[in-house]
């Protein structure tokens, strides 16, 4: 979507996995070298991504998966030993953050207690049958999926598409069941743990969360989706009886298969994109623009009264090419500069507008602009705006 959580360009999904990644990669080398060195790494990459998105918060569970299979494989102690010390690095990285938590405000659960599918289906008392309930939440995901028209909410739309195309889900269920088979018989975590962090990815991110279709909370796994995919495209190619031996051959048959994968995925997101940009009509953030544009010389601050980091600043911004001053600010701060600026107000009070209008008496409020009703902001228009 358009403004896809632009008060942070989606760094927060991006940092997530990036730390989430590294810290994968610096368990398998801890444990390969035995290196104390990069238990430490390890150790920063999971205590920094406990302190990003949620999604990440699944680090350290996979991290003990990858190490408990390693030590199973192996039949050491050596590998839980090693967990044990991480986790004392990451305790002891995390301790000022915990505290803030327990005795201040505790970010680490808020958001998750927000969209909590379990709690909120059975703490209701207006349900009568909560499991029911659930199971069709989690049945409903599953389709977004394979199926369009379900997945995708709170700005991030999708195209309300679903998250694969029938190439690209066969390819990881193949690659998921290769990939299992390899590290079983190959005694190998690694493949297992990808398959662990895609499936829980999945649980925990999406069937198990409210709304349904939260496609942007898997996002940890979108790396290890690729690493599967990869796997079964190399097993096709490498496995064929009449590719044994014939180099020219496979990378003739991977071009192709890749030329036609990739083209399957830009039709999809062309049909993603199209439906992005008829979904995106719908929101308030068109009709600002547009009004902005047609009202306000280039250069000039625009003032948008929300909470810090509200992601309209940000769209703004890109929308417009960086031509204004976009800020944002308490109402409280907005309304001294109301006389001569455009303010953009989210979901304002009556109060609020009251105080606007007898302040500054020659100004308007904009609902609607170019046929499309704002619906969830206000425009105020000083009155050297609103006469223009």
């Known amino acids: 979507a358009p403004n896809l959580y632009m008060a942070g360009y989606g760094m927060h999904n991006i940092s997530s996995?990036?730390?989430?990644?590294?810290?994968?990669f610096a368990a398998i080398r801890m444990l390969r070298d035995d290196s104390r060195g990069w238990m430490v790494v390890c150790g920063l990459a999971s205590t920094m991504a406990y302190l990003t998105y949620t999604s990440?918060?699944?680090?350290?569970?996979?991290?003990?998966?990858?190490?408990?299979l390693t030590a199973l494989f192996q039949r050491s102690w050596t590998p839980l030993i090693?967990?044990?010390?991480l986790l004392i690095i990451v305790a002891i990285g995390l301790a000022p953050f915990?505290?803030?938590?327990?005795?201040?405000h505790n970010y680490f659960t808020e958001r998750g207690d927000q969209v909590n599918a379990v709690s909120t289906f059975y703490d209701d008392e207006s349900i009568s049958n909560p499991t029911a309930e659930l199971a069709d939440h989690v049945w409903i995901n599953i389709q977004s999926l394979y199926s369009p028209e379900i997945g995708g909410v709170t700005d991030y739309w999708f195209g309300h598409q679903s998250l694969f195309d029938w190439l690209t889900l066969s390819l990881l269920v193949s690659g998921m069941m290769i990939g299992l088979n390899r590290g079983l018989r190959d005694r190998n975590p690694l493949e297992i743990t990808a398959i662990a962090a895609v499936l829980a990815t999945f649980t925990f991110g999406m069937l198990l969360t409210l709304p349904a279709g939260g496609f942007h909370r898997t996002t940890l796994a979108?790396?290890?989706?690729?690493?599967?995919?990869?796997?079964?495209?190399r097993t096709l190619i490498e496995g064929l009886p009449w590719m044994e031996n014939r180099p020219r051959l496979q990378m003739?048959?991977?071009?192709?298969?890749?030329?036609?994968?990739?083209l399957i995925n830009v039709s999809t997101l062309h049909t993603m994109t199209?439906?992005?940009?008829?979904?995106?009509?719908?929101?308030?953030?068109?009709?600002?623009?547009?009004?902005?544009?047609?009202?306000?010389?280039?250069?000039?601050?625009?003032?948008?009264?929300?909470?810090?980091?509200?992601?309209?600043?940000?769209?703004?911004?890109?929308?417009?090419g960086d031509s204004y001053d976009v800020r944002i600010k308490r109402f409280d701060e907005?309304?001294?500069?109301?006389?001569?600026?455009?303010?953009?107000?989210?979901?304002?009070?009556?109060?609020?507008?009251?105080?606007?209008?007898?302040?500054?008496?020659?100004?308007?409020?904009?609902?609607s602009y170019d046929g499309r009703e704002l619906r969830r902001h206000l425009i105020w228009a000083p009155e050297s705006v609103a006469n223009h």
């Open 17 to 24: 996995t990036f730390f989430f990644l590294a810290a994968l």
């Open 56 to 68: 990440s918060y699944l680090t350290l569970p996979l991290l003990g998966v990858f190490i408990a």
């Open 82 to 85: 090693r967990f044990g010390q």
């Open 98 to 104: 915990l505290t803030h938590a327990l005795s201040q």
């Open 222 to 233: 979108f790396p290890l989706i690729a690493l599967l995919i990869a796997l079964t495209i």
């Open 252 to 262: 003739t048959s991977a071009a192709i298969f890749l030329a036609t994968f990739i």
């Open 274 to 320: 199209q439906e992005d940009e008829t979904i995106s009509g719908l929101t308030d953030s068109v009709p600002i623009i547009s009004y902005v544009e047609d009202h306000v010389p280039s250069g000039e601050a625009i003032i948008i009264s929300a909470f810090p980091n509200y992601h309209l600043e940000r769209e703004l911004i890109v929308r417009t």
């Open 334 to 367: 907005a309304i001294e500069e109301a006389g001569n600026t455009v303010i953009v107000l989210f979901q304002p009070p009556s109060d609020q507008t009251h105080r606007l209008e007898a302040r500054y008496g020659g100004g308007e409020f904009i609902e």
